[in-house]
């Protein structure tokens, strides 16, 4: 078991190492490529391509195909696209494009990986923590490749090293644990295909209220991912994308300690600071700069809040759902929250992020207080919601407090 582990925290290390290569400095990419306008829509092809991924990676795993197998033909995809990404220049819409091809291959595997591994564990709540950590590390080895070690941000050179990543992951994925076809080979519907089938019969409330602030926390959340970067870069913090890092140094700590707080706080108690970690990093990011240059340490304490902004929701949020369907299910179940989060919510906030960046944006500069206040009063809304309406009793009764 314990060499299963460390092929599936492989597994994860380069799923992970992938996207944070060339995903975090994107943005400032684009902006010293003429595309500074185009940012927030040029990031909403992340959303559309994970709405595009449950339409045939869910239901191909499910049916037809082992998991590994998929995985590893789409990460082969991906790697080539990305080498070819650069070709698209300074056209947003051949940029566009080129950045859904990419983000099409990628987007599946992150449920595919999921479920990988926890069809791979026997106690997913207490093993799958410190499997997904080596995905933070990933994360954080890319950051410093790029920031400290490249000092690329502005390159090409981030989306060829996650290109040449992305090739061999993708061979390595055909030796990973096999995770076999376990539905029937039917001819799926559209309703199977978008993973509804799954959880069409779920009636629990807290389950729909958890989906829907799930979908709203990802209007915040897509500030972050496209325009932190460009935010460092120009209130002039050194080495952008290492610093950044330390977001996922902080991811390590909170995964790790994610068994301690559901035994402590609950489920609830858990997602609830997971949607005000959202608010509170945003404002500190509202007020981390003077026109002398950065406050470093309210920047350097914003960063360090996304352990709890991205496991205490996220990741809590894939263990629920994990917990509430059988494992024939499982691939579409956890398809269908990349569709909601990733996918809907991701398309919504990344257009409403870019709109509240072009009107913040004056001259050569941009009202960064304005631009963060925005998303930290969209979360701390979102925590309300979530606070008023779910119920954790009968979430204790399917995710078992860790004892």
């Given at each position: 078991?314990?060499?299963?582990?460390?092929?599936?925290?492989?597994?994860?290390?380069?799923?992970?190492?992938?996207?944070?290569?060339?995903?975090?400095?994107?943005?400032?990419?684009?902006?010293?490529?003429?595309?500074?306008?185009?940012?927030?829509?040029?990031?909403?092809?992340?959303?559309?391509?994970?709405?595009?991924?449950?339409?045939?990676?869910?239901?191909?795993?499910?049916?037809?195909?082992?998991?590994?197998?998929?995985?590893?033909?789409l990460h082969v995809a991906g790697g080539v696209a990305l080498l070819l990404l650069p070709l698209a220049g300074t056209d947003p819409t051949a940029?566009?494009l080129a950045a859904l091809l990419v983000l099409g291959c990628y987007m599946p595997t992150i449920a595919l990986s999921n479920t990988i591994a926890?069809?791979?564990?026997?106690?997913?709540?207490?093993?799958?923590?410190?499997?997904?950590?080596?995905?933070?590390?990933?994360?954080?080895?890319?950051?410093?490749?790029?920031?400290?070690?490249?000092?690329?941000?502005?390159?090409?050179?981030?989306?060829?090293?996650?290109?040449?990543?992305?090739?061999?992951?993708?061979?390595?994925?055909?030796?990973?644990?096999?995770?076999?076809?376990?539905?029937?080979?039917?001819?799926?519907?559209?309703?199977?295909?978008?993973?509804?089938?799954a959880i069409g019969t779920m009636r629990d409330r807290s389950f729909w209220v958890l989906i829907g602030c799930s979908l709203l926390l990802m209007?915040?959340?897509?500030?972050?991912?496209?325009?932190?970067?460009?935010?460092?870069?120009?209130?002039?913090?050194?080495?952008?994308?290492?610093?950044?890092?330390?977001?996922?140094?902080?991811?390590?700590?909170?995964?790790?300690?994610?068994?301690?707080?559901?035994?402590?706080?609950?489920?609830?108690?858990?997602?609830?600071?997971?949607?005000?970690?959202?608010?509170?990093?945003?404002?500190?990011?509202?007020?981390?700069?003077?026109?002398?240059?950065?406050?470093?340490?309210?920047?350097?304490?914003?960063?360090?809040?996304?352990?709890?902004?991205?496991?205490?929701?996220?990741?809590?949020?894939?263990?629920?759902?994990?917990?509430?369907?059988?494992?024939?299910?499982?691939?579409?179940?956890?398809?269908?929250?990349?569709?909601?989060?990733?996918?809907?919510?991701?398309?919504?906030?990344?257009?409403?992020?870019?709109?509240?960046?072009?009107?913040?944006?004056?001259?050569?500069?941009?009202?960064?207080?304005?631009?963060?206040?925005?998303?930290?009063?969209?979360?701390?809304?979102?925590?309300?919601?979530?606070?008023?309406?779910?119920?954790?009793?009968?979430?204790?009764?399917?995710?078992?407090?860790?004892?």
């Open positions: 078991m314990t060499a299963v582990r460390a092929r599936l925290g492989a597994m994860m290390f380069l799923q992970y190492f992938v996207w944070g290569a060339w995903w975090v400095p994107f943005g400032t990419y684009l902006s010293h490529h003429g595309l500074d306008a185009f940012i927030g829509t040029i990031f909403s092809t992340q959303g559309w391509a994970a709405i595009a991924a449950p339409l045939f990676v869910g239901a191909i795993a499910d049916r037809h195909f082992a998991a590994e197998k998929v995985m590893g033909v940029m566009f926890f069809n791979a564990l026997t106690d997913s709540e207490r093993q799958f923590p410190a499997i997904r950590v080596m995905g933070t590390i990933g994360w954080i080895v890319a950051g410093l490749i790029v920031g400290a070690g490249l000092h690329a941000e502005a390159t090409a050179l981030p989306i060829r090293l996650a290109g040449v990543v992305s090739l061999g992951y993708g061979l390595y994925s055909f030796t990973l644990p096999t995770l076999p076809p376990r539905a029937e080979a039917a001819r799926p519907s559209v309703a199977t295909l978008l993973g509804l089938d209007l915040p959340l897509s500030f972050y991912y496209a325009y932190a970067n460009p935010y460092l870069v120009e209130i002039g913090v050194p080495a952008a994308a290492s610093v950044q890092a330390i977001g996922q140094v902080s991811e390590i700590f909170f995964l790790l300690a994610l068994p301690l707080f559901f035994r402590t706080v609950g489920i609830k108690g858990v997602l609830i600071l997971g949607m005000l970690g959202w608010a509170a990093r945003y404002l500190l990011f509202a007020h981390g700069y003077t026109a002398a240059g950065p406050t470093m340490p309210l920047v350097i304490v914003a960063l360090a809040l996304h352990g709890v902004c991205f496991d205490f929701f996220f990741v809590a949020g894939q263990i629920y759902v994990d917990k509430r369907f059988p494992p024939e299910t499982r691939n579409r179940a956890q398809s269908f929250l990349s569709l909601v989060t990733w996918g809907v919510g991701s398309v919504i906030g990344s257009l409403i992020a870019n709109a509240v960046y072009v009107a913040g944006t004056h001259g050569t500069g941009h009202d960064w207080n304005a631009i963060w206040t925005v998303p930290a009063g969209l979360a701390a809304v979102v925590a309300i919601i979530f606070a008023l309406l779910f119920r954790e009793r009968r979430v204790k009764e399917q995710v078992e407090v860790m004892a």
